[in-house]
């Protein structure tokens, strides 16, 4: 069944595709296809957000708008927004009551994707955003997983999405206007962009993750959040476990500071492993403070002797012997 659009339909969308794009000339016609074989019977429109790329990402997006008139709307940028900011531009030209998430380098495998995601939506208003399974694929291609997250599928409240981050963007699907709620400083946080979404919708509603892989999610060397490595990824998410301290209400706060822990256990384990036995030992007590010193006390002891015998091993190995 083709998708519903174009001028003649006169419908207002009740699906907005927002695709973003930077230097993806080699992967935006995939994504594009991918929703131009989509099985719905309502309209929906796909606006791609190119942010002043350099290759021939403007011209693909323009050869597809051509060939299917009303229903692709092109953002060119005069400059370069940065991620955050043309996501969020992005965002805010979607029309649609459903904003369905697409990185130009990603795409879906399922026909029915958006059919099943908005059917459920559609059924019950509490729903605030949904997700499905993804194959997870290298840019040469392997398949790096067959199906992720590795979480149970149902229903998730805030609870749960505060601790984990387990929503791939190119399965979201969120009620347009959500993003709106967004901490001013979503800004600052090069690469973070699924996580702070999930977590407003959460705040209004559930989040449901469906029991079928229907999107291939690329880990490509040129992301700005997952190719930088562990430790760049922990980072950025300790920074927002600081905004949700922040902003979450009181019930709250103290799993965002769990939340902040568990990234400082992870962070010192990782640096620990590449030789960074001073930073390890920062980020091990870090955690051990991380939100009260009961909390994940076996874990953040582990991770806090480790690291001071690690240290300690070093200097050790590093001392010359006296003459």
């Known amino acids: 069944m083709p998708i519903p659009g174009g001028p003649e339909s006169g ?13 993806s000339e080699k992967w935006l016609a995939r994504a594009l296809d991918s929703v131009l074989l989509q099985q719905a019977d309502f309209p929906i429109e796909i606006v791609i957000g190119d942010d002043c790329s350099t290759d021939g990402t403007a011209a693909v997006a323009r050869s597809y708008r051509a060939r299917n008139p009303g229903l ?3 953002l060119e940028r005069s400059q370069n927004l940065g991620m955050q900011r043309n996501y969020y531009e992005t965002f805010e030209a979607c029309r649609g009551k459903y904003i369905a998430w697409l990185d130009a380098d990603d795409y879906w495998t399922d026909p029915a994707k958006l ?4 059917q459920l939506m559609e059924a019950d208003p509490s729903i605030s955003a ?25 229903r998730y409240g805030l609870a749960e999405i505060v601790r984990q981050n387990f929503l791939p963007s190119a399965s979201i699907v969120f009620r347009n206007g959500i993003h709106r709620d967004l901490h001013a400083s979503f800004f600052d946080l090069a690469g973070l962009t699924d996580w702070p979404i999930l977590v407003q919708a959460a705040l209004v509603g559930d989040i449901v993750l469906v029991d079928r892989v229907m999107a291939v999610y690329m880990l490509s060397s040129g992301s700005a959040y997952m190719s930088k490595g562990t430790v760049y990824q922990d ?13 979450l209400p009181s019930p709250w706060k103290r799993l965002a500071r769990a939340a902040k822990g568990k990234r400082y256990e992870s962070m010192a384990y990782v640096l620990r492993e590449q030789g ?13 403070r991380s939100p009260d010193l009961l909390d994940n006390v076996v874990g953040k002891s582990k991770a806090l002797l480790a690291a001071l015998i690690s240290e300690h091993i070093s200097k050790l190995r590093r001392r010359k012997p006296l003459s």
């Open 72 to 74: 692709i709307r092109v």
């Open 115 to 118: 059919a099943l995601q908005i």
């Open 11 to 23: 419908s207002v969308p009740l699906v907005s595709v927002a695709i973003t794009a930077f230097n």
């Open 276 to 288: 960074d036995f001073a930073a390890a030992r920062e980020a091990a007590l870090k955690a051990f």
């Open 235 to 247: 980072t950025v998410d300790v920074l927002f476990c600081e905004q949700m301290e922040r902003f």
């Open 130 to 154: 949904s997700g499905h399974y993804v194959r997870a694929a290298s840019i040469r291609g392997e398949v790096l997983r067959q199906r992720y997250p590795y979480v149970a599928p149902g």
